[in-house]
């Protein structure tokens, strides 16, 4: 069955609170995740979103189309440029945890990436967009810690 995942991410200030928004459909079955955070950026939660929809499925080889409105994910992806961050150990990019553990479960899927116009009246995209700005206002927000440690780590030098 082929699965189809639009994502989307949000951050009020960027760094700021941010959040983000998945909706899986298969077949008759939909599925919604949000989930927000108190301190990141907008590009960690377009690719959060990303994972958060992938960690999802069930199934390993699943057969995967991603519709996210992030050319920075996208071009990542679709472009080969990750491959070759990660040959070299990710060195002077930014969220490499979040790459790591990004390719960590595209590769038990047949994923495309597919980018779209944000904000261009496609329904699934608005639900997205709302659910990851909705997830951001919300109180006692999770902390983003591989963006709040890195943070840290770069204050001390």
Not at 130 to 135: D, H, I, K, Q, R
Request: charged share 30%; aromatic share 10%; net charge positive.
């Amino acid at each position: 069955m082929k699965i189809t995942v639009y994502t989307d991410g949000a951050s009020r200030g960027n760094p700021g609170p941010g959040g983000y928004g998945v909706v899986l459909l298969a077949g008759k079955y939909r599925k919604e995740l949000s989930e927000g955070f108190r301190l990141t950026t907008n590009n960690r939660m377009e690719l959060l979103a990303v994972i958060a929809g992938l960690e999802a499925l069930k199934n390993e080889g699943s057969d995967v189309t991603v519709y996210s409105d992030s050319s920075y994910v996208v071009d990542a992806v679709e472009k080969k440029w990750v491959f070759s961050w990660e040959k070299k150990s990710f060195k002077n990019k930014k969220n490499p945890d979040l790459w790591k553990r990004f390719l960590k479960i595209y590769r038990k899927h047949k994923v495309k990436l597919v980018w779209i116009k944000g904000h261009a009246n496609i329904p699934e995209n608005e639900r997205c967009d709302f659910l990851a700005v909705e997830a951001s206002k919300k109180e006692n927000l999770k902390i983003d810690e591989g963006y709040e440690n890195m943070q840290k780590s770069n204050e001390l030098f």
